[in-house]
């Protein structure tokens, strides 16, 4: 008799320590992920200040004591994530799962390979988890329209580019031949250099043309650099305009973002929350 009661008292310890760590409706679970979103962002504020010769010359050892204190927290945090979820692996191979390891590994590397600890930086992409924190997962429908449109642009942009690099490998041959090496056009990679550089409006000045005739190609390249931008984003532009207006056709739950409803439907067929 005692054992049921007890069930019903007390959660599993498994389930709560899951419930803090990837649950936020619970006060417990958001102070963990506020807690945590702080903590990611002091730790790369260390690395960025360990990223400093003047700094790290006289604070190095208090910055290195208090990075390992960061990655072991994090290392911590990384093992009850594995521990609370009921697909370890599943959670490991995850986006964030990658990301939590990519956290924490440069710093154990650094024992073997020095200055790899400067890969922290990789703790940003770990802000991510503050749309979950906040509430701010609307932002997502919008993030799948930039992804998807993308994704339809590819091929156009793919196409595009490969005409760009023929041009640029076309004008830097013809300027290698026209300028030489007297005038820095040293070689036939090093005339594409500049053809993109210029293409692209770019324009580092390293290198520049001399003759007449290689003004006149570099003022062609520049003119034509002015229209090339354009391009790919009205391509992006003209998909991201035809996805916006599919994404508008399809009805999303707002509870628990499931598309796919049909046309009349009130509620959501998954967890019952009326459509807008």
């Not at 619970?26 to 790369?44: E, H, N, Q, R, Y």
């Not at 991510?128 to 642009?153: G, P």
């Not at 070689?187 to 520049?208: E, F, K, Q, R």
Request: aromatic content about 10%.
């Amino acid at each position: 008799m005692d054992s049921p009661s007890r069930g019903q008292l007390h959660k599993n310890w498994r389930s709560r320590l899951s419930e803090i760590i990837f649950g936020t409706d619970t006060p417990a679970g958001k102070a963990f992920d506020v807690l945590l979103i702080w903590s990611i962002l002091f730790s790369i504020v260390i690395v960025i200040l360990e990223s400093v010769h003047s700094i790290r010359n006289v604070y190095g050892g208090i910055l290195y004591g208090i990075e390992w204190f960061f990655t072991i927290m994090f290392t911590i945090e990384y093992v009850l994530r594995l521990i609370s979820v009921k697909r370890p692996l599943g959670y490991a191979s995850s986006f964030f799962g990658l990301v939590d390891l990519l956290a924490i590994l440069p710093t154990y590397l650094s024992i073997l390979v020095p200055g790899s600890q400067s890969l922290l930086a990789i703790r940003t992409l770990r802000l991510l988890r503050v749309f979950r924190v906040f509430k701010l997962t609307h932002y997502t429908r919008e993030a799948r329209i930039i992804m998807s449109a993308l994704r339809a642009s590819g091929r156009k942009i793919g196409v595009f580019i490969s005409a760009v690099l023929a041009i640029a490998v076309i004008i830097g041959s013809v300027m290698y031949v026209v300028e030489g090496e007297k005038n820095g056009f040293v070689d036939i990679p090093t005339s594409i250099y500049w053809a993109i550089v210029t293409l692209t409006t770019v324009g580092y000045g390293d290198l520049s043309p001399q003759t007449p005739l290689g003004k006149a190609l570099a003022s062609f390249l520049m003119i034509m650099g002015y229209g090339i931008i354009a391009v790919p984003t009205g391509i992006v532009t003209v998909e991201l305009s035809q996805t916006t207006q599919n994404e508008a056709s399809v009805r999303e739950c707002p509870g628990c973002n499931i598309r796919s409803h049909a046309a009349d439907a009130e509620f959501c067929r998954c967890c019952g929350a009326k459509l807008s």
